[in-house]
């Protein structure tokens, strides 16, 4: 694995890696060949810990929370679920812990506010990463590398925290990562629409298959169920709290996709195939703009 040195005026040599999850364990990973950088690990789960103690390049690896508070440490990743990377800031808050605080969660408002309460040295942050399956034996630097990552400043945190948004970009542009800033509010609006939506109409497709197909129908697709209900596979319990955090978006969104269901029931209900046609063109061009 190569090594690349930090450039000196970027003031990282201790990071922390709250959550060793699929993406905490990538971050870890992404961050590993970087000679003369401190790493330090916490997560709760044995079998993890386990593995990661495994690993010589980690500095220091624990199951327990308050050790991890206590170390060194320059900048910690809170990769933990929402709600949890929630309780940590309000302990962090507690103990006025005084080194830099960023995060991997896929809702942003809920944990800025939270920190903003706490009194951290504080920016959001959220790695545009995922697989369908989840946990330390799936993370792979090559998750976090080259990825588009955003940041989530807010003016009400102070010139601090401008200090440390460049630090976070430098640091993320030594991955090859494509930054981009948005407000807190702001990413929570763009990925209901393009992340969580996807995943609730993933999931409501694999379940309209499921309940009006029976217990047989998955023995029949092909590859265009395979790739509609992808992410619908992935474990439910992160996705819950994603909507339960975003949900006033979600509400809209979810209604503006009824219309648009229902738009195409209508049609299809009176056998307007030019109407459909119209509606199918408009959508397939925008989509065809994609080209990730």
């Given amino acids: 694995m190569p090594k690349f040195k930090l450039p000196p005026r970027l003031p990282f040599r201790s990071l922390g890696v709250a959550g060793l999850g699929l993406i905490g364990g990538s971050i870890t990973k992404a961050l590993m060949p970087f000679d003369g950088l401190s790493l330090s690990v916490f997560d709760a789960d044995p079998d993890t810990v386990r593995q990661a103690k495994k690993i010589k390049r ?74 369908e399956v989840a946990g330390f034996q799936h993370s792979s630097a090559s998750l976090i590398t080259n990825c588009l990552y955003i940041l989530t400043p807010d003016e009400r945190f102070g010139p601090v925290q401008k200090e440390l948004l460049w630090r976070l970009n430098n640091l993320h542009k030594l991955l090859g990562c494509r930054i981009r800033f948005i407000s807190p509010a702001e990413h929570d609006r ?22 009006q197909g029976g217990p047989d129908i998955l023995s029949w697709v092909g590859t265009g169920f395979k790739d509609s209900t992808r ?62």
Avoid at 112 to 117: P, R, T, W
Avoid at 190 to 211: E, V
Avoid at 261 to 278: E, F, K, S, T, Y
């Fill in 231 to 292: 992410v619908g596979a992935s474990p439910p319990a992160k996705w819950v709290e994603v909507a339960m955090e975003n949900s006033e978006n979600l509400v809209d969104y979810l209604g503006s996709l009824m219309e648009v269901l229902d738009r195409l029931r209508q049609i299809i209900g009176r056998r307007d195939q030019d109407a459909l046609m119209d509606l199918l063109n408009e959508i397939s061009a925008f989509r065809r703009q994609l080209t990730l």
């Fill in 58 to 131: 980690l500095a220091r690896v624990t199951s327990e929370a308050d050790e991890f508070l206590s170390w060194p440490l320059d900048l910690v990743y809170l990769c933990l679920p929402v709600k949890r990377n929630i309780e940590l800031i309000e302990r962090m808050g507690r103990l006025k812990i005084p080194y830099a605080v960023t995060d991997a969660s896929s809702t942003k408002a809920t944990i800025n506010e939270a920190a903003l309460k706490a009194g951290l040295n504080f920016c959001g942050g959220h790695p545009i990463a995922g697989k």
């Fill in 190 to 211: 763009i990925y209901g629409l393009i992340s969580h939506l996807p995943y609730l109409s993933a999931s409501a497709l694999a379940g309209i298959a499921k309940f």
